[in-house]
């Protein structure tokens, strides 16, 4: 199983990027993904998770209203689109997705939820 994340780069505050994320090897259609990123010298922390069917999505209170997670299970992808981007939303981005049947946000705002995790995507916002 493989979780392949692109789409980070270099923005300017204010600006955007669309971080998508690929599963191959099995399919997570029935699974929740999330999204987490870890900036440097800091813990791994939550961004977003989603949950199979869509009808249920939780944020980080420091993206809520400026990024929105969504998932294509057709195409095994999850995406993170991040507007309004502020320099402290630089690090690395990981793509997460659990094996488990969890709809809670409790559960999905945790790390040791997920199973499977991609390697990470470089986003860096310059002020």
């Known amino acids: 199983v493989q979780l392949q994340a692109y789409g980070g780069g270099l923005a300017q505050a204010g600006g955007s990027l669309r971080l998508s994320c690929a599963a191959s090897?099995?399919?997570?259609?029935?699974?929740?993904m999330g999204w987490f990123r870890q900036a440097p010298g800091k813990e791994r922390e939550f961004v977003a998770a989603?949950?199979?069917?869509?009808?249920?999505?939780y944020y980080a209170n420091s993206v809520k209203g400026r990024f929105a997670i969504s998932r294509d299970n057709a195409k095994n992808t999850v995406y993170l689109q991040m507007n309004s981007l502020k320099p402290e939303d630089t690090a690395v981005y990981y793509c997460a997705a659990t094996s488990a049947t969890y709809s809670n946000a409790f559960y999905l705002k945790s790390g040791r939820t997920y199973d499977y995790w991609g390697q990470g995507t470089q986003v860096t916002v310059s002020s």
């Open positions: 090897g099995r399919t997570f259609s029935r699974n929740a």
């Open positions: 989603i949950t199979w069917s869509s009808h249920h999505t």
